[in-house]
């Protein structure tokens, strides 16, 4: 009954897109303006049906009801009840219906929340979110419908994953599908603005909260998945330049643009087509994304379906909405005004350098990733790209792209003078080159680019903070602390980097019980192997003693867990944290019944990747809590007062 | 020049498929006792793809094979040889597919033409957005 349930609620929350888009087009008209207050309710019930469906699902997979298709294909029942609830959306067709879950969400956030916006933009940009979610919608119930039964049903499921069972992991899709579908809304406000011919600093203001917002989730979707990268793959890296990686990459590179850009037209009037541009690419890049990850076009661990008719689809979807947007885009951009003019030397000139470079990062990405899939579908040949080309094409750019973001905050809008730019950066400059004599001083031997990091760190680090020098901190508004913490949490995300890079100690041995190695600061000693049952797995665990200088030892147990549905073997990682970095043991099974191979790393501040990512994820937070304080709350104000 | 390689290249596949077990695992997680030495092999390794994995440098795999080709890079460069001679012989023997630094050839060259051209696009698009000084 209740996969029945979920399905009819699908159907219908589909048909109230199709009615929302009908109605909005309807309405845009002159003859029938009087259905635009209507947009609204259907959006709103168009998103509790689709929540309905969702929930149906979550109950299927949480009573592990092996009559339902997916269930059977994805779950089991001896697995962990979070992982039940997480398995919900850890294949392609239970993600694509939380996916259009969101984005229905989001719609009826917009309905009932947006009211600075003219009527007509408003009703236009639900329609355009109505279109998106139609294709969605179109592609679960005509190609991956999830409540499909299975008769008979199966005795028992076929398990997850092994690697997806991991807290980290259950919950990194959702937070990158907010952000997914935050670019969405932006985009929507973006068509409706278009269609009404009203680009200007309102709409600016009304996409900005939804553009900072999908940048949070963003980034910490991309923090939390490089993170369980880095505990779960077992060999200390942080990231892979998988494709996978890069497609959750390619939305925030864009997003930041975007968000960036989006604030020069909201305070300045500035840069009004470079903001429907980007955020044009924002969403084609979440759909990009999307499609790289759901079509199974990838041969790697995310990409659970493989099947071309999908593929076909999503790629057809992704035609019809960007073709779409541009076209729009290059009907109606002869009608958006010029901005503000702005001279090379001002805070207007860095952030278009700030979009150039994002852009030019993003493009080594899209490329990078799309191009050896397209040249091998083209003729054959397989061609590989990894680390070594990114990080030597994206690695300047982003080099240059943090020297901009020191000077630009300092910068005044429209016009300032170099000399007294100059004069501002004096004291990070200082920094920059205390910071160069000391790495070449103390920390040789060092590759150039952990050594280029590490000072442009210190350097950026300083400049961040310059903002608040010399001001009143108390009254200082809360989106100026939100930007700086935001890229202070760059220079320590790029510092971890670069020390991870340059200072990491790696020790490989085959060890017997009883004996000792150092690795770093710590001796760590192999005490013992036992046999440590799991609930669906079962695991060889190691029982080291750690200990630091004179400080008191203790114990760490890294685990090889052999899962039996389906059949895989996965290493657990032990990790110490300390102030000043993190020690990283993993143990594999013995080559023969004494040796253990154990891997054993030092990894000197790099937990700074990561805190970085959390502080960048903060300032957004503070940024938006700001802009909502000031766009909305005070405009309410101001309506007050102006009533009174 | 090719004969001699293309024959030296057959020679190690087959000795890498009858050497015993307990030879071939010799330094496949063993570091080589120069840190040097043991750093150019790093390298090296986390630019050569895992034949059998899906998407995985040799550096960041639990495959048998990967272990291997790992003690295959270490025994090479203990023996004095350069990562880019060991990074040719992993090409010439399994495709320029092994490689995660991709050559510049024909095929190749839009990896680093698309963003330039792309950059320069844009700067043009970005020029009449500046309004000149007086």
Known sequence: MIAELGLAALWLGAALALLQLALGALALGTRHAGLQPALPAVAVAQAVLTGIAFLCLVALFMRSDMSVLLVATNSHSAKPMLYKFAGTWGNHEGSMLLWVSILAAGGALVALLE?????????????????????????????????????????????LNPLLQDPGLAFHPPTLYLGYVGMSVAFSFAVGALVTRDVGPGLARAMRPWVLGAWIFLTLGISAGSYWAYYELGWGGWWFWDPVENASLMPWLAATALLHSVTVLATRNGLPAWTIMLSVVAFSMSMV????????????VHSFAVDPTRGAFILGLLAVYIGGAMALFALRIGTVQSGSPFEPVSREGALVLNNLLLSGILVVVLVGTLYPLALEAANGTRLSVGAPYFNSSAGPLALLLLLVMAAGPLLRWRRDHPASLAARLAIP???????????????????????????????????????????????????????????????????GMAADSAFTKEVLVSLQVGETRRVGPYSVTFRQVSEVPGPNWSALDAELLVQRGSQA??????????????????????????????????????????????RMWWKPFVTLIWLGGIMMALGGGLALLGRVDRDVFGWRRRLAGRAA | MKAPALLKAVLMAALLAVAPAAAAGRYNDVQLADPAQERAAKALMTSIRCVVCRGQSIADSNADIAGDMRGEIRERIAAGESPESIRAWFIQHYGDWVSFQPRFTEASAPLWLIPALSLLFGVALARPLFRKRR
């Not at chain 1, 139609?134 to 008979?152: C, E, K, Q, T």
């Not at chain 1, 994304?289 to 790697?300: A, C, H, K, M, N």
């Not at chain 1, 160069?436 to 350097?459: D, E, H, Q, Y």
Request: net charge positive.
């Open chain 1, 429 to 495: 400059v200082l920094v920059l080159a205390a910071a160069l004599l000391l790495v070449v001083a103390f920390l040789r031997p060092i590759s150039l680019l952990p050594l280029l990091g590490l000072v442009t760190a210190a350097a950026v680090g300083t400049a961040s903070l310059a903002p608040l020098w010399r001001r009143n901190l108390a009254r200082t508004p809360l989106f100026t602390w939100g930007m700086v913490v935001a890229h202070l949490g760059c220079a320590v995300s790029l510092a």
């Open chain 1, 289 to 300: 994304g999307t499609f790289l990850v759901r079509s199974g076009i990838l041969t790697s």
């Open chain 1, 553 to 598: 030892p203790f114990v760490m147990h890294p685990q090889s867990r052999t899962f039996t549905d389906p059949p895989m073997e996965t290493n657990e990682s032990a990790i110490a944290t300390a102030w000043d970095g993190q020690l990283y043991l993993v143990v594999s099974a013995p080559q023969d019944d004494i040796h253990y191979p154990i």
């Open chain 1, 115 to 159: 009211r600075r916006l003219p009527m007509r933009t408003k009703t236009a940009t639900l329609a355009a979110q109505a279109a998106i979610a139609i294709g969605f919608y179109a592609f679960l119930l005509f190609s991956s419908n999830p409540f499909a039964r299975l008769n008979p049903a199966a005795p028992d499921g076929q398990g």
